[in-house]
């Protein structure tokens, strides 16, 4: 399959899923051979604008002949249509979150294993040109994280609640990050206008092991917030990072870089010198990391359709996607113990 344009499709073409049509059409390798969606219209909609065939099931569309295909329904429909184009030995690339549940999760995870086909799911903030440029910095062994989401309410994907809608995107970066799953959750949420969480904060700790040293991940998400904030900080041992998704910048301080401002400092308060007027950070050095232009969507479906022509696993695998779901699961469930009702 290594150099041959893979016949692409979209099962759910609403918010999400009309972008993967569009750039699976605008792919020079990949040809848009259809889309699936309950609505009959907006299907119609999607091929007059980018090409291929609306199909009336599933079954249609694997019997015209499909390589790889985005999952793009509301999660709670994603398990069956996942069995389905698995179990017909059909790639998938599966949006963000895998399942709605841990169970659904690793009966995906066992679908795709058992076919022994690619399944990508689509945390795609790992492709975000901010994301990409911390990921340069290296291995970065973080000591503490502190993740901010937080929106206006939207009334999109409310048949889930913030820990699954939004907070799902930090966990899998923290899963990117820290590399392993959290050993002690503590969580608080607050639901306002339904029966799941709107607002969510938790702190994890990481024990010390072979992936990586001590740490601790404060993750705050919100859906009822009055102002848009997507924030990642991160200490290390060598430095600070302080990211602004919106702004779309990333700030770095290393500590190579500042070691003789901060040992003057330290002297200068130990000999109890007046530091009031000091601006701390006309002292400090910094750098502004440079952020691609690139869209997120784009390189997600490279990575995936690569994976697709060369049989290697994804870059974001059914394990992590499966981890994201149970850790999501963890919070919940601790958090629920002391929900706050507003309502
Ligand atoms: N990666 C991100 O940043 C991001 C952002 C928003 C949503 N999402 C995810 O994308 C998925 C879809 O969310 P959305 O906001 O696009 O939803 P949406 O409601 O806008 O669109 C879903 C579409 O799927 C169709 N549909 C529903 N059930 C179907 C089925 N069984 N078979 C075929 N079509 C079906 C609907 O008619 C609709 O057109 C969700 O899993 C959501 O979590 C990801």
């Known amino acids: 399959m290594s150099n041959t344009t893979l016949r692409c499709a979209v099962i759910g073409v609403g918010r999400m ?13 990949a040809d848009l051979v259809g889309v699936v969606d309950h609505d009959a219209d907006r299907a119609r909609d999607i091929t007059e604008e980018w090409g291929g065939q609306a199909f009336g099931s599933i079954a249609d569309l694997v019997a015209s002949g499909v390589d790889a295909v985005t999952i793009a329904t509301p999660t709670v429909h994603h398990r069956p249509a996942a069995e389905q184009l698995l179990g017909a030995g059909v790639a998938c690339l599966i949006e963000k979150p895998l399942a709605p549940t841990a169970e659904d999760a690793a009966a995906i995870a066992a679908a795709a294993d058992a076919a022994g086909v690619a399944l990508q799911v689509g945390h795609v903030v790992r492709y975000d040109p901010v994301m990409r440029a911390i990921k340069s910095l290296g291995d970065l062994r973080p000591r503490h994280l502190e993740l901010h989401r937080i929106s206006p309410m939207t009334f999109r994907s409310v048949d889930v609640g913030v820990v699954l809608d939004m907070m799902i995107h930090d966990l899998d970066l923290l899963t990117m990050l820290v590399g392993r799953a959290p050993e002690d959750v503590q969580a608080s949420a607050v639901a306002v206008l339904g029966e799941a969480e ?5 702190r994890m700790t990481y024990p010390a092991s072979q992936e990586g040293p001590a740490c601790v991940a404060n993750v705050t998400a ?37 070691a003789d401002q901060i040992e003057a400092l330290r002297t200068r308060l130990a000999a109890g010198e007046d530091l009031s007027d000091v601006n701390y950070l006309d ?29 290697n696993r994804p870059p974001v695998d059914a394990e992590a996607g499966s981890l994201a779901v149970q850790v999501a699961e963890r919070i919940v469930e601790t958090a629920r113990a002391g929900q706050l009702s507003l309502a």
């Open 283 to 311: 002292l400090v050095q910094f750098e502004d990391l440079e952020i691609a232009d690139a869209e997120p969507l784009r390189l997600q479906a490279e990575d995936f359709l690569s994976a697709v022509r060369s049989g």
């Open 17 to 29: 899923g009309r972008h993967h049509a569009r750039v699976y059409a605008q792919m020079p390798d």
């Open 198 to 202: 709107d607002v969510c904060n938790v």
């Open 222 to 258: 919100s859906r009822l917030a009055m102002k848009t904030e997507r924030t990642l900080r991160l200490i290390s041992e060598d430095m600070y990072v302080s990211a602004d998704f919106v702004a779309r910048t990333v700030k770095v301080i290393r500590k190579a870089a500042n």
